[in-house]
């Protein structure tokens, strides 16, 4: 059956989550017509996040309401390339998101900005360590953008999710309460803190009494009334710890839902067609210019949207698909190190420390995704890694999400999975244990990448994609230390009991860890080690843009989600003020 083509449109957007969202407003903004595909239903929070509906843990953490189901797209994964990988039934290590909002409906709201090194890591270490310093294994590289570059485009995303928080460095001046090792913003954050609970009060106060620097975690989970520059009103955070993996019933959690799509959609140079998974970028002739898109609809239809421009900014597993489904890049082959497409796939490295008191009650079910307290002491190069055999580090954090009702169950080791003495520890302990977070960097190795699968394909008959990853020895040994220093701190609090959780052995699928996978189709100083340039156009199409987190050549101890919406902002501001002038290379290899 022939694709029916349909009219012509200057922009063409793949996916309508963070980064899709914000290029779709910037491009409208600037008088574009914008039609934007999304795999998705359509989302709305008084319809689907109804204040008596949306606080259910069945529904929306066992049952993934708002998760790509995998019968639609799954990916198939194994830990090395000699493996064969196998496919994902279930989720359970990420959480790709699904329809208008993407995985920003269901995100924890944590908004860290990247620090100004971390853009041009490999330099920077070499630097400070010497030539020859950094692990053989790890294939670090830098961005090709720096801070200068990408402070406005945060201080932009700031403004529109109305962040919650205390600046460290302003205008490069140190501020009390506020991250000291933070980049120098140029404005205070939008809004003031949230209130803490006394969990992260008790992390903070022993973490200042052992010399560290405690600050509120930035979060896009508001603390008072905001509108944002769209004219998006939000109201404050209710602490309801039903946050992450759910949507927000009080327009407290800044998503695309809540700040930017009720703008968008008042504008009639914007459509949306939901329910439609776009199958490949389509090109010319020539392979180097993109010429629109084809998707398919619900009933298997299929359908041409032709364009000028093409920019694809869904969930980072589905960009790299889709550059490799369309031919877009040379595939990356780890056995030669050659080719680009599918390079640099990293993810997080989870670690944590459990305690249990006798004397306290932290009220476990007041939380949410983003309240707490932090400290960067022992995050990224904020530490001196002489002679310590490994580069990177973590935010460690207490951030209380809510006692989930069903799942919140924190017991020692070694207590009986179910019966009568679990239900003891049970009622023992939940009241009065917490966690400390480490949040942890990922870097990029040989052979950790993404391709397509050889043996597995979705419904359409098109290849899953393949995700090789382990985690290398360089993270490993960085989990260990920065557990220990978590552990540290929390002795110093002075628990009945500690229990430390690193990260160790092989990556599991099985329990969730993070939805923080990035890279893939990374950006870079020239097309040799990268496939977009510093404002995310492809080095080969140039009327083609891939934005969002799989455009980071590595991940270092942060959230990414503030980075790869700033990376959006970036990528629209160069499309209207340079490439709409000149079209063709912004940057010339």
């Known amino acids: 059956m022939m694709a029916t083509k349909l009219p012509h449109t200057d922009v063409a957007i793949i996916g309508l989550g963070w980064t899709g969202a914000i290029v779709a407003s910037e491009l409208t903004a600037a008088g574009l017509d914008v039609v934007a595909i999304e795999r998705g239903p359509w989302r709305d929070t008084a319809r689907d996040f109804s204040i008596a509906s949306v606080p259910d843990e069945l529904r929306y953490v066992h049952r993934q309401e708002l998760m790509l189901r995998t019968a639609q797209n799954t990916v198939t994964v194994r830990n090395n390339p000699s493996e064969t990988a196998l496919p994902m039934r279930n989720w359970g290590s990420f959480h790709p998101g699904n329809g208008t909002g993407g995985a920003g409906n269901h995100w924890a709201g944590i908004t860290f900005r990247f620090q100004p090194e971390e853009f041009r890591l490999k330099s920077y270490l070499q630097e400070r360590y010497g030539a020859t310093a950094i692990p053989d294994e790890l294939t670090l590289q830098d961005w090709g953008t720096d801070w200068n570059e990408m402070e406005p485009f945060y201080t932009a995303f700031d403004r529109i999710v109305g962040t919650s928080g205390k600046a460290g460095n302003l205008r490069g001046q140190i501020q009390?309460?506020?991250?000291?090792?933070?980049?120098?913003?140029?404005?205070?954050?939008?809004?003031?803190?949230?209130?803490?609970?006394?969990?992260?009060?008790?992390?903070?106060?022993?973490?200042?009494?052992?010399?560290?620097?405690?600050?509120?975690?930035?979060?896009?989970?508001?603390?008072?009334?905001?509108?944002?520059?769209?004219?998006?009103?939000?109201?404050?955070?209710?602490?309801?710890?039903?946050?992450?993996?759910?949507?927000?019933?009080?327009?407290?959690?800044?998503?695309?839902?809540?700040?930017?799509?009720?703008?968008?959609?008042?504008?009639?140079?914007?459509?949306?067609?939901?329910?439609?998974?776009?199958?490949?970028?389509?090109?010319?002739?020539?392979?180097?210019?993109?010429?629109?898109?084809?998707?398919?609809?619900?009933?298997?239809?299929?359908?041409?949207?032709?364009?000028?421009?093409?920019?694809?900014?869904?969930?980072?597993?589905?960009?790299?698909?889709?550059?490799?489904?369309?031919?877009?890049?040379?595939?990356?082959?780890?056995?030669?190190?050659?080719?680009?497409?599918?390079?640099?796939?990293?993810?997080?490295?989870?670690?944590?420390?459990?305690?249990?008191?006798?004397?306290?009650?932290?009220?476990?079910?007041?939380?949410?995704?983003?309240?707490?307290?932090?400290?960067?002491?022992?995050?990224?190069?904020?530490?001196d890694h002489s002679g310590l055999g490994f580069f990177g580090g973590g935010s460690i954090r207490v951030t209380p999400i809510g006692a989930a009702p069903i799942s919140y169950r924190p017991v020692p080791p070694g207590t009986p999975t179910w019966g009568k003495e679990w239900k003891k520890a049970t009622v023992k302990n939940y009241l009065s244990a917490m966690s400390i977070g480490c949040e942890a960097s990922s870097y990029a190795t040989r052979n950790n990448y993404l391709s397509l699968d050889p043996s597995y394909t979705d419904r359409f008959g098109r290849p899953l994609l393949r995700i090789t990853f382990d985690f290398p020895e360089n993270d490993l040994r960085m989990a260990q230390y920065c557990t220990s220093k978590v552990a540290d701190i929390a002795r110093h609090m002075g628990p009945r009991q500690i229990v430390e959780n690193p990260m160790k052995g092989h990556w599991n699928t099985v329990p969730y860890q993070s939805s923080h996978v990035v890279g893939g189709f990374i950006m870079g100083e020239n097309p040799t080690n990268s496939c977009v340039n510093k404002y995310l156009q492809s080095w080969d199409v140039p009327n083609l843009f891939v934005v969002g987190a799989s455009a980071f050549p590595q991940n270092p101890g942060y959230n990414p989600t503030g980075t790869a919406a700033a990376l959006a902002f970036k990528a629209a501001d160069a499309i209207r003020n340079i490439y709409l002038k000149d079209p063709g290379p912004m940057v010339r290899a």
């Open 176 to 383: 009390e309460g506020g991250n000291p090792f933070e980049g120098p913003r140029s404005e205070e954050y939008p809004t003031k803190p949230l209130r803490q609970p006394y969990g992260p009060v008790l992390f903070a106060r022993a973490a200042a009494e052992m010399g560290y620097r405690p600050f509120p975690v930035p979060s896009s989970l508001i603390s008072e009334p905001y509108t944002n520059p769209l004219g998006v009103t939000m109201g404050p955070c209710t602490f309801c710890g039903f946050c992450t993996n759910y949507g927000c019933a009080n327009y407290s959690k800044a998503s695309p839902i809540v700040n930017i799509l009720p703008a968008l959609v008042r504008r009639k140079n914007f459509m949306a067609r939901t329910n439609s998974e776009v199958l490949k970028v389509l090109t010319d002739s020539t392979g180097k210019k993109a010429t629109g898109v084809l998707f398919a609809d619900t009933s298997g239809q299929e359908w041409e949207q032709p364009a000028d421009l093409v920019v694809v900014g869904a969930f980072t597993f589905e960009n790299v698909r889709l550059m490799l489904l369309s031919g877009i890049g040379k595939p990356y082959d780890p056995s030669t190190g050659e080719g680009t497409t599918g390079r640099n796939y990293c993810y997080q490295t989870a670690n944590g420390v459990q305690l249990f008191f006798d004397d306290k009650n932290f009220n476990p079910f007041i939380g949410g995704g983003a309240v707490g307290m932090g400290i960067d002491e022992f995050n990224n190069d904020n530490f």
